[in-house]
């Protein structure tokens, strides 16, 4: 499945894994990786959010208000949840929208706005920024690097 992610893509994944886990829940959701994605400064979705105001703490609290932070750890595997697989069809479909042969954190990004699940747009807009400025902040940056990927 990850075959066609960035090195920052495949790090943001396994950070949005360490935070569904700090956060001791039982699946990785679009909350878990929107801050994922937003942990890499050196990343278009870092660098996109970082542009927008968004600072990961704020984002990170959030996460918290909305889905909460539980008393027991999990134990084993954290697994995705259905909409967390929402959102890597959502970045997969947006990188073959756009012509691209690699999934990167600004794919990821345009998959956690895109139209459902829509727990990343309301997290987003929570922090007062619009899913469709996410979008053109991602479009903005990505027309300007060409058709490379604009990340690792």
Do not use: C, W
Not at 5 to 21: D, I, K, N, P
Not at 60 to 79: F, L, T
Not at 88 to 97: I, P
Not at 105 to 112: K, R, V, Y
């Amino acid at each position: 499945m990850f075959e066609r992610f960035t090195v920052s893509a495949r790090r943001a994944v396994v950070l949005s894994q360490g935070e569904a886990h700090a956060l001791n829940h039982d699946h990785v959701g679009p909350g878990h990786l929107l801050l994922g994605a937003a942990a890499g400064e050196d990343t278009t979705a870092g660098a996109v959010l970082a542009s927008l105001g968004i600072e990961l703490e704020a984002l990170r609290e959030q996460v918290i208000a909305k889905y909460g932070r539980d008393d027991e750890e999990p134990s084993g595997h954290i697994p995705f949840s259905a909409d967390g697989k929402k959102v890597f069809e959502h970045a997969f479909r947006e990188s073959l929208d756009l012509g691209h042969n690699y999934i990167g954190t600004g794919h990821i990004l345009l998959g956690l706005v895109r139209d459902t699940p829509e727990d990343g747009a309301e997290l987003l807009a929570a922090l007062g920024v619009q899913h469709e400025a996410v979008r053109q902040a991602v479009m903005d940056r990505q027309n300007a690097a060409g058709d490379e990927p604009t990340e690792p």
